[in-house]
């Protein structure tokens, strides 16, 4: 019952997100081992995680920045393994087609509000997981989304994520603008007071846990899970 009442109270989430329009954003592809490749609408003027990849059996993450120059161009500036997007950068590329429809690839929005979520994908041992599984310093990766964008996940589905100052959400469609007259699915949520099991991967268990949500600029959520 408990559960049925929280996909409920998700449900009206994304119905209230619906609503709002207008994110910044920039569409591209988020790619990783095992899980390999997807596509997700990224913040502007936010260092990112946007691959990972394995160096033998270790694996780094490479880091880069979406910028808007003015309202119709967008640069993407890549920083290797530096985390904060500082320095200079290894390599830059530059989008200028405005005709590319919203949610599609490398299509992207320069006049909207700063509205992202933060969640955090841990991993353990199989069945190895609890609650400080969420506040490893090395086994943990935030996968940065912005909220309230339908993104086309290019395999006939379509992609829509929000966030409130308590849970963050991610809902499958299946018709371009995320406006099924059916409900949509849930495919996954997370909690910023609540570390979860999400699935298997190989011999690990992946856990997610949100960090942050910003609504027009602004950080509305408070994340303290880890303190003590």
């Known amino acids: 019952m408990v559960a049925v009442v929280f996909h409920v ?3 009206c989430l994304w119905m209230t997100a619906m609503v ?9 592809e988020y790619s990783a081992p095992v ?5 997700q609408a990224y913040p502007i003027d936010v260092c990112v995680i946007y691959e990972i990849v394995l160096d033998g059996v270790t694996a780094k993450n490479h880091y880069g920045m979406f910028s808007c120059n003015g309202t119709n161009e967008v640069t993407f500036k890549s920083y290797g ?3 904060g997007c500082t320095g200079d950068a290894e390599g830059s590329q530059t989008y200028t087609d405005t005709s590319i429809k919203p949610g599609e690839p490398h299509s992207f929005n320069c006049s909207g509000a700063v509205n992202y979520m933060v ?8 069945g190895k997981g609890n609650n400080q599984t969420c506040c490893s310093k090395t086994e943990c990766l935030p996968s940065t989304q912005v909220t309230d964008v339908c993104v086309d996940n290019q395999d006939g ?6 966030c409130n100052a308590f849970n963050t959400s991610t809902w499958l469609f299946s018709s371009a603008g995320c406006n099924d007259s059916s409900s949509p699915k849930l495919s996954s949520s997370a909690r910023i007071d609540e570390c979860s099991y999400y699935s298997r991967e190989l011999f690990y268990d992946i856990y997610l846990r949100m960090t942050e949500c910003y609504q027009n600029g602004k950080e509305i959520s408070t994340d303290n899970f880890c303190d003590h």
């Open 9 to 11: 109270l998700l449900l």
């Open 35 to 39: 899980v390999g490749t997807s596509y």
């Open 119 to 126: 969640t955090d994908g841990c991993q353990a041992q199989a």
């Open 157 to 162: 589905t379509y992609s829509m994520v929000n």
């Open 20 to 28: 709002h329009s207008g994110s910044k954003f920039f569409v591209a």
């Open 81 to 83: 393994e530096n985390a």
